[in-house]
């Protein structure tokens, strides 16, 4: 079960925009699988191969291990016959018709589902309505439940938290996660924003001019991003030119040069000193030290910022640590910063 997706589409260039070309081997299990990358990089272009609107110039799609698309044997299911559930940014509700006879159109004869339904979704007391008199949160109960009724086998949704306030998302995700739980079917979610990536995704695919540089499990992508452009993207880590100065004999640790001092970093097999590259770091595993503590480097404070977690340093280099409030009263007026950099929290990009 699961999807195994390889698209090959090219777009022609136009008097606007330039040519295009995607090429990827999707390969997602019956989990939320989220498609995370700049606008641009081909992660709605991949939706739309997927549920049937755009078809691929080669390739082959199966999904749950039934052959929906294979270019070879012009094999190309009609998108009413892919048992697709699409959420769009807008979520496509039918505008001239009530929240109840939108799902009444996703299951006609239906009744007992579609009101079964609409109390799960706490849309009972709306039914009657029109998608123009609901709110935001509201229609993408609905467009849920609309899916809902018509039994999808996939589920793929386009950026469906764009333009919801901080509370709306939050109950969205509890819904896409009952949602998860109730269907068990492979569900691929669009979104360039990091904090519903890590919110949501299983598993992480990380799509940049129509490739996928990264995929793995949400755990195994963010401790060991596969590029710089990779961990620059999700914008958690700090990011310092580094070079290896010495390996233990024993691969147990290695000694890189960062900003013209020595940190102890984590084993590296496959490198050898001189080596150069990158070390990243997540900016919520750098903490100020303490006395007595390993691992320092210091560095010059060149400003700061108010964020939700506390204060927001900026030292040279463009690297940032989040403090406390009463650590930055401490540090106020100080030329430099003394961090800790644990070594098994450094991964090295060569």
């Known amino acids: 079960m ?80 892919r048992r697709c559930g699409y959420i769009f940014q807008d979520h496509a509700l039918f505008p001239h018709m009530s929240i109840r ?18 109390e799960a979704f ?17 229609k993408q109960r609905a467009a849920l439940a609309r899916i809902m009724v018509s039994e999808p086998r996939l589920l793929l949704l386009d950026e469906p938290t764009r333009g919801l306030d901080v509370q709306l998302r939050e109950n969205f995700y509890q819904l896409l996660k009952q949602m998860r739980e109730r269907l068990q079917i492979p569900i691929i979610l669009v979104t360039h924003q990091v904090d519903e990536c890590l919110q949501l995704g299983d598993s992480v695919c990380f799509m940049d001019h129509g490739r996928i540089l990264q995929t793995g499990s949400q755990d195994a992508v963010l401790a060991k991003p596969a590029s710089v452009e990779v961990a620059r993207s999700f914008g958690i880590y700090n990011i310092l030119p580094a070079e290896i100065v010495t390996l233990d004999s024993r691969g147990s640790a290695s000694l890189l040069r960062v900003a013209g001092q020595e940190i102890l970093g984590p084993p590296l097999p496959g490198h050898l000193p001189g080596n150069r590259g990158f070390l990243c770091i997540r900016e919520s595993d750098v903490t100020v030290a303490a006395q007595g503590e390993m691992n320092r480097l210091t560095l010059a404070i060149v400003g700061s910022s108010v964020s939700s977690h506390g204060i927001r340093v900026q030292c040279d280099h463009h690297f940032f640590i989040t403090v406390s409030q009463a650590q930055w009263e401490q540090l106020r007026g100080s030329v430099h910063v ?5 070594s098994s929290a450094i991964h090295f990009i060569g």
């Open 2 to 81: 699961g999807i195994d997706a390889r698209i090959v589409k090219r777009l022609p260039a136009t008097g606007e925009t330039a040519a295009f070309e995607l090429n990827i081997h999707l390969q997602a299990d019956v989990d939320i699988t989220v498609l995370f990358g700049s606008s641009g990089s081909g992660k709605t272009l991949t939706l739309n191969c997927l549920a049937g609107f755009v078809r691929p110039d080669k390739g082959r799609i199966v999904v749950n291990e039934e052959l929906y698309f294979d270019a070879e044997t012009n094999v190309n299911r009609s998108p009413q016959h």
């Open 338 to 342: 003394e961090v800790i950099l644990p």
């Open 101 to 118: 006879d939108n799902l009444l159109f996703a299951a006609p004869r239906n009744d007992c589902r579609v009101s079964e339904l609409l």
């Open 122 to 138: 706490d849309l009972m007391s709306l039914a009657a309505r029109k998608p123009a008199q609901l709110s935001g949160g509201q």
